[in-house]
């Protein structure tokens, strides 16, 4: 046993001084390699601990949301429908909710306006999300003026900013009330943007949106567990094409790779023509090159790994923010609590770490199956 | 003297990195439970505020609200044309859409 | 002892450039004696040496080490006895480039797995022996000719083996280095070590010091090989 560890030992310390040897080459090659693992891996941290705070945090959303349907388009609840809504069995709880987007050319950000139903906001005050409030660099007690859509400047002074820590669900908010976002919007009273019910049980849920949708054709009820589906499978789609992206990232570095090594250069055979001639097996060839491929893939695993780790948990994936952005200037500065496949993670070793140390053995092969004697008559 | 060896210069410098590796399974857990806070908070804020959706992408509606999408205003195109807005590239449109378009195909509730 | 009956070796058998380079090579070549193969290029000396050291196989004819047949197994066995019994000097020296001189002598012992520090030291102690400890850290391609042969002479005796193989061992050298290359010879010699080498330098095959030069054309042994004179 001690012989076989000193002899492993000993086909490492030949294989990284021949590794030595091409510094910048090999170098090189482990970087792109390690950048590789790194995007894969923190594509995938980053998605799974997003899908599990979607999950974790969006279990308080309305268990039901009504939303009016004209002509294809989102419309206003018109009066009348909150009350026809009392008469369905099994709704416990009732609310239409006011909110709506506006774009700020000031900073050409998109905002959600919104009218808590729980809370009462002073007329003329907001509360805002920290992210908007990054944006347009606002304290407490600041004013802030907005230009409605129907052309008339409103001021607002603000009132409180939400906490940072919830960013991920409030960045872009801006809470308001009812009488002012009426007046800004220009909506009539008993207008609402949808309705947000409540059913007393769980089993209900499905039945009561039958019949609203039965009561209310114009209209399409939102269920809450659709809206965490939406979310469980976000980026899943997507996320195949990035991880289709990425795959053919991974092709081309098997190609470079398989080209590296099965492009044995003629000095290449030659070296292991001399190691065979001087006692070497077959065996320890491969076991020597398999020691290349496990070192070099096992160092990009790791390096990649705790690279993403820390951007996407200590860095706040800030490397992915301008992609999540898209064209948009406010975006939501989150720390995502770490959640961690196990299962995903031995999937991305192997996809990484297997590959390639086969791709450096295989080609291998048939240079040290060479007879020994070659080096003789060479 | 002999000097330092190769392999086990390469073999410790692995053990640690797959000791930091292990690491993060355990700073993962102490991270947790320093963000629990942060969680709660977002979890009481979004049942007093009724939200629906996570703020990721603020740059069109049917990407801020993502399972508030009407089928008509996004995803109009074909899923593999590229977006007018960039992130609309990153998500897919709630597979319910698509479910409640059959629903107007195929079930009649108003008598014609 | 080695010894060979009726040996014969083909390249390429079966197609047009078939080439034969061993022509039936009957022949004893008793221990602790300096045995010369001298012959012009292309006389089957090389092909012989490679078949004497276990490097490749005969087409048809017996091999004997010793008290063992080996001419019948297969390669991992020859591999074994190739490093526990031969130590190779090649004309080209076959030095691995980039590595140190001292890990090249090393390197035959890497796949016997045994101590390293001994192994350092003893690797250091032959280069020491061969007047160049102090290149021991120098890459192989840094060293001059006469060094590069020194360091293949401490490698083939790094897993201090019975016989000694060497392919033109002076080809590439000049006077002066050879020699000295002669007189390292004398040493393994005096050391109980076998030697077995081609050569057509004068200096070589002439030497006091070679016990036997066996004469070789198209793949035939010319000169009567004298039956061992009673050495052990």
Redo the contacts between chains.
């Keep these: 046993m001690n012989a076989w560890i000193e002899k492993q030992k000993y086909l490492i310390d030949f294989t990284l001084s021949s590794l030595a040897r091409r510094k910048a080459k090999n170098l090189g090659l482990l970087l792109v390699y390690t950048l590789i693992v790194f995007l894969l891996a923190s594509v995938m941290l980053f998605t799974h601990a997003l899908r599990q705070a979607a999950a974790e945090v969006l279990v308080g959303a309305p268990e039901v949301i009504l939303q009016r349907m004209v002509a294809g388009r989102h419309d206003l609840i018109p009066p009348g429908y909150l009350e026809r809504i009392g008469r369905i069995r099994g709704v416990q709880h009732k609310e239409g909710r006011l909110w709506g987007y506006y774009y700020d050319p000031v900073v050409k950000a998109n905002y959600t306006f919104m009218v808590p139903g729980n809370q009462d906001i002073a007329a003329g005050t907001l509360l805002v999300g920290a992210g908007m409030a990054r944006a347009r660099g606002l304290a407490v007690g600041n004013l802030i003026s907005f230009r409605s859509y129907s052309g008339k400047l409103f001021s607002f002074t603000i009132a409180r900013i939400l906490p940072h820590d919830s960013e991920l669900v409030s960045a872009d908010l801006v809470l308001i009330s009812e009488a002012d976002f009426r007046s800004f919007f220009a909506i009539a009273p008993g207008y609402f943007t949808d309705i947000a019910l409540s059913v007393a049980n769980p089993l209900e849920v499905r039945n009561v949106a039958a019949k609203l949708s039965q009561q209310f054709p114009d209209s399409r009820p939102i269920l809450r567990e659709e809206i965490l589906r939406t979310y469980e499978s976000i980026f899943n789609w997507r996320e195949g094409i990035v991880l289709a992206l990425a795959s053919l990232a991974i092709l081309a570095f098997a190609i470079f790779a398989w080209e590296k090594a099965s492009g044995l250069s003629a000095d290449e055979k030659r070296e292991i023509g001399i190691l065979k001639a001087i006692g070497w097996e077959t065996g320890d060839v491969l076991k020597m090159k398999f020691w290349e491929g496990a070192l070099v893939s096992l160092a990009a695993f790791l390096i990649g790994y705790l690279a993403a780790y820390l951007h996407v948990f200590r860095f706040s994936s800030s490397l992915f923010a301008p992609v999540l952005k898209g064209w948009a200037v406010l975006y939501p500065r989150f720390e995502l609590s770490p959640v961690i496949d196990g299962f995903q993670v031995a999937t991305l070793f192997f996809f990484t770490v297997f590959p390639y140390a086969a791709a450096t053995l295989v080609p291998i092969w048939r240079a040290a199956i060479a007879d020994p004697d070659a080096v003789m008559r060479g | 003297m002999p000097v330092a060896r190769l392999s086990h210069l390469a073999l410790v410098t692995l053990a640690c990195a797959a000791s930091l590796v292990a690491a993060t399974f355990a700073d993962a857990a102490w991270l947790r439970q320093q963000r629990a806070g942060g969680m709660a908070q977002m979890r009481d804020l979004v049942e007093q505020l009724q939200l629906t959706d996570l703020c990721l992408f603020t740059e069109a509606r049917y990407t801020r609200h993502l399972s508030q999408a009407d089928l008509h205003s996004a995803f109009q195109d074909h899923p593999l044309g590229l977006e007018h807005f960039p992130t609309g590239s990153l998500v897919l449109p709630p597979t319910r859409l698509t479910a409640s378009h059959e629903r107007l195909d195929r079930e009649t509730e108003v008598p014609d | 002892m080695i010894e060979l009956k009726g040996i014969h070796k083909a390249f390429n058998t079966g197609r047009e450039n078939e080439f034969h380079a061993l022509n039936g090579i009957d022949l004893h070549l008793p221990t602790q004696r300096v045995t010369a193969f001298r012959g012009p290029s292309g006389s089957g000396k090389?092909?012989l040496?490679?078949i004497i050291g276990c490097?490749?196989r005969p087409t048809s004819g017996r091999v004997r080490l010793g008290e063992r047949d080996i001419s019948g197994l297969p390669?991992?066995f020859l591999?074994h006895i190739?490093?526990q019994t031969f130590g190779?000097i090649?004309q080209?020296f076959?030095?691995?480039?980039?590595?140190s001189a001292l890990?090249n002598v090393m390197?035959?012992?890497?796949?016997?797995?045994?101590?390293?520090?001994a192994l350092?030291e003893r690797a250091e102690s032959l280069l020491g022996d061969l007047r160049l400890a102090h290149r021991r850290a120098a890459a192989i391609e840094h060293l001059s000719g006469g060094e590069q042969q020194r360091v293949a002479i401490a490698?083939a005796l790094i897993?201090d083996p019975q016989i000694i193989i060497a392919?033109e061992p002076t080809a590439n050298l000049d006077t002066g280095l050879a020699m000295e290359f002669m007189a390292i010879l004398e040493n393994l010699h005096a050391v109980g070590k076998t030697v077995i080498l081609t050569s057509h330098d004068p200096l070589v095959v002439d030497a006091t010091i070679v016990h036997q030069v066996i004469d070789m054309r198209d793949g035939r042994i010319v000169t009567p090989v004298p039956i061992a004179e009673g050495c052990a």
Excluded: C, M, V
């Design positions: 090389t092909t040496l490679s490097l490749s390669e991992r591999t190739r490093r190779f090649f080209q076959n030095l691995i480039k980039g590595l890990e390197l035959p012992a890497y796949p016997l797995g045994g101590n390293w520090r350092h490698r897993n392919d």
